[in-house]
């Protein structure tokens, strides 16, 4: 199973990234678990999952994230602002599955 948090400001507006995404998932035959948070449970919540993505707005985390998460061996990735918004959750999962090889 893949494990994927997506971080965003307050955790909201991800929420519909996660939907699309899951989709994709289950479409595709794929099992995960894919939650949206905010910024402050980055550190509880890391441990739980094998990536980070970010919401294009937080994008400034990136690098005390990436710092964080490379002590656990884990990876933080923004995500494409473009796919983003148009909510391209297949692009988004598949991305982040090559991303994890």
Known sequence: MVKI???CAAGMS??????KMEQ????QGIEADI???GLDEFENMLPKFDICLLGPQVKYKEAD???SAAKQDKKVKVINSMDYGMMNGEKILNDTLVELG
């Open 24 to 27: 994709a998932a289950k479409s």
């Open 65 to 67: 994230f990436s710092a």
């Open 35 to 37: 939650q949206a948070v």
């Open 14 to 19: 991800t929420s519909m990234v996660v939907k």
């Open 5 to 7: 948090l997506l971080c």
